[in-house]
């Protein structure tokens, strides 16, 4: 039977010569060479309208024609070449050596097959350098365009199709093909809604890279970029309204960068992967609120190993295992493992793509910034964020980026977390871990919100971390709603008010001398914490300059105890007598004239005044106070009063 056309001469001439030939959809074969073991497969074979391609990865392809007693002319359907019809009337004709010759309307200016493009503009189109390529991009389904005459002639041509559609220019990988897919981006800025330029994996064009067998999501990426300086806009008339979906109803909004911040051993980690127990097997979430959307998680875990920690909490908590995927990392041509980053957007959205994902857990974000990135530098953070925000939002995953707290005590928690402002101002809704400062065990902690920006802030949430049944392995173990915010959380004790300080050492004091002057720390902090105090702010008023208060350490080793004490009980004989005692010379106030705290220094006592507090001494930051009697002096009248030669011990 006569063939009909150059792909069945050539898959004839191979089983002639007595090789196995194996079909495949969409015009694809691979072969046996000649000569070789009929397990070779080195021969491969893409059949395009017009004329077959074949490349051998073993022997010289015109080696293997010679064989099969094939010229060039035969894989042609038309032994003369093939032509090349544009939709504005240009014809192009090719022959077997690769001479072109143009016909019909010359002066078309239209895009090879650019009458073939998609209505869907959110396709992706590729641009590539020949009418070959084309041919064989539209094999695997996606559409494609080239201009006319090859390289560096696209200013030649009517780009308008593109418009606001992405494309993937296609460089071939020569000194020629590398100008022209610049000059393309070029050209298309203000057009292309974006452009990315591309080279073959194998190869030097898009034709060799599909003939080889590859998918044209492994073309390599060399430039990406917006294609120019324009601005864009769209009228909100035509802004479809959407309702915000949610993984954790108000706090992990669907397809959001969503933070989650605490010190180490908080259970950050450990809270994590009680989110993606929750969401593999659709269960409740703490708030009593149903997941909805069960799915697939996709695990960056940098400081936990996977078999001795995380798959033990995974069980603990419950998790469907077969639904969590580790990324161990990023496979290089050459078949290297190299650490993944959060730089490897695409790969990350192919496996999110592969696995239907809802989340994406970053443990810890620091240990997955591209290395040149500087997590402190507002510009660089938002670069890698952006783009992470982006594929988060085109595949509806959750990103949950962990990271620790900085040194920085209270203030605002959304400057806590480490790292630049720009992450947390990336993030659509975010979290914070703190240890309940009031819990007696020291083992409560509260899961609070930082940031929500996609609906109302969210209750705090009470949780300890205990050990699994039978195991060592902890797990969440929830104990209800929190009053307090993540401020409250992280607030520490402010003495700016006078009378908030002195009221806690007048609590801590009349302790102190009612067991005589010397009471046990753990046991003085039980009685403030009946007070309503909180350690944090009792520990602060104690260490501050004129409080009184002394610690003192008791024993040696693990027997050493702390011990508060005062330096004479409030009420005792030698208060009352002592003219030097805490109720100042001749029986006076013990109480600075300034601050209100109580005065225990005989120098002190004799100003009325803490002499080594400046806020004290000098109530009005300008005057100073005599070296000798400890009284204010007049500014310009120097260190002490001029009556003041010799120490006045009676000075009032």
Known sequence: MTPTNAYQRLVDALHKHGCRVDEKSGGRAAAQAPGHSDTDRSVSILHLPGRVLINSHSDPTSDVLDALGLTLADLYDNRSGVNYRYGGGRIVHRDPFKKFRQSGDTKDTSLFHAEGLPAETTLPVYFVEGENDVLAVETTGYPAVCAAQGAGKAHLADLEPLRGRPVIVVADKDGPGRRHAQQVVELLAGVAESTVIVEAKTGKDAADHILAGHDLAEFVVVAEQATGPSLQSVRLSDVKPERITWLWPGRMPAGKLVTLDGDPSLGKSTLALTFAATITNGGTWPDNTTCTTPGDVILLSGEDGLADTVRPRLDAAGADVTRVHAVQGI????????????????????????????????????????????????????????????????????????RHLNKAKGGDPLYRGGGSIGIVGAARAGMLV??????????VRVLASTKSNLGPPPESLRYQLVSAE??????????????????????????????????????????????????????????????????????????????????????????ASWFWSIDSPIGSEDSRDSETGTNGINGESMECRACGLPLTDPDDQRAGLHLDMPTCRQPQLTDPVCTVCGLPVTSGQGDRHLSCNEPQEDAA
Request: hydrophobic share 35%; with cysteine; aromatic share 2%.
């Open 434 to 443: 703190a240890a309940d400062p009031d819990d007696e065990t020291g083992k």
């Open 331 to 402: 496979t290089l041509e050459d078949g290297t493992l190299v650490p993944p980053t959060l730089g490897d957007v695409r790969q990350l959205e192919q496996l999110i793509r592969q696995t239907s994902a809802r989340l994406l857990i970053v443990d810890v974000l620091m240990a997955y910034l591209p290395g040149k990135v500087d997590s402190h530098k507002d510009q660089d953070i938002r670069r890698v964020l952006s783009a992470l925000a982006t594929m988060a939002d085109e595949t509806g995953c959750t990103v949950l980026l962990l």
């Open 470 to 559: 039978g195991t060592d392995v902890a797990r969440v173990d929830w104990l209800g709603v929190d009053g307090r915010d993540a401020r409250e959380l992280l607030s520490e004790p402010t003495f700016d008010d006078g009378d908030d300080r002195s009221s806690i050492i007048r609590i801590v004091t009349t302790y102190l001398a009612e067991c005589g002057g010397s009471a046990p720390a753990a046991d003085v902090l039980k009685h403030t914490r009946s007070a309503g105090l909180t350690d944090n702010a009792v520990k602060k008023a104690r260490s501050k300059r004129g409080s009184g208060i002394r610690t003192e350490k008791s024993g040696f080793g693990k027997g």
